[in-house]
């Protein structure tokens, strides 16, 4: 049991920010299963002396999101966030190629529990804008709001990114780098997916707006191949492998 909640505390310590996830709808039938880390910091030594003076924290994160294309434009998925757990959707307001590059927005609305600290109802809306330059690379901007009312009284510090009355956002962007096994990646998620965010954490220190730099980066596993295993110069190979052997060692590290 100690084990356990070790290992649950590793993955729901601090609140989550970031999207760690396809920046666009995925296409009916496919699925995508994310898992990111948010490491915030910020090399300015006055930034720090102000978010220590003003009670606030940087907290690091753990999460996992999986999704699945119900129909083209629309997703439905689950999330586990420093902030809670539960289930999302993402629909496309715009989706369109201009010069080649296809261009797409889309709004994400979650709604999380938190289970083990406040046992309360938290709310989150992404709002995403993607360039997909091409099949193996893409890149996005977003803006990100929690609302989560009693988040503040089961944290000392507070986190980050408090804007007051139980609100939480967050700005930033990122890319993909994305990776198929197959060649037929036509209207297909890619089968393994490298996610890297840099973003900007608003918050009032001291008197002032400051802006406090965040580092993301995720790793992210889906297409129809995922978890079938196929022959390749006499050696079997299975993709869903990385995928556990992933979990597998953060499990292990948290055990110990």
């Known amino acids: 049991m100690k084990k356990i909640f070790i290992i649950l505390l590793i993955f729901l310590n601090g609140c989550f920010f970031g999207i760690f996830q396809r920046p666009k709808t995925l296409g009916e039938g496919n699925f995508d299963i994310s898992i990111g880390a948010s490491l915030q910091f910020t090399a300015n030594p006055y930034d720090r002396q102000d978010i220590e003076k003003a009670g606030y924290h940087l907290y690091p994160n753990l999460g996992f999101i999986f999704a699945y294309g119900v129909m083209n434009g629309f997703d439905v998925g ?91 956002n967050f700005i930033g962007f990122g890319g993909n780098i994305n990776i198929y096994f197959e060649r037929k990646y036509k209207n297909k998620t890619p089968d393994l997916r490298f996610n890297l965010e840099f973003g900007f954490l608003p918050v009032y220190l001291q008197n002032n707006q400051k802006f406090i730099p965040v580092f993301n980066f995720g790793l992210g596993f889906g297409g129809d191949v995922l978890f079938k295993c196929r022959t390749e110069r006499g050696r079997v190979y299975c993709p869903s492998d990385i995928l556990l052997n992933l979990l597998y060692l953060i499990f292990l590290g948290g055990s110990r």
């Open 78 to 168: 689950f999330a586990i966030f420093g902030a809670g757990i539960g289930p999302f959707f993402r629909f496309d307001l715009y989706k369109k190629k201009i010069k080649g590059v296809e261009n797409e927005f889309l709004l994400a609305p979650y709604i999380l529990y938190d289970p083990f600290f406040s046992k309360s109802v938290a709310a989150r809306i992404d709002a995403i804008y993607s360039w997909q330059i091409n099949k193996n690379f893409e890149t996005f901007i977003f803006y990100q709001l929690y609302y989560h009312p009693y988040f503040q009284n089961f944290l000392d510090p507070k986190p980050l990114g408090y804007m007051g009355n139980g609100f939480y």
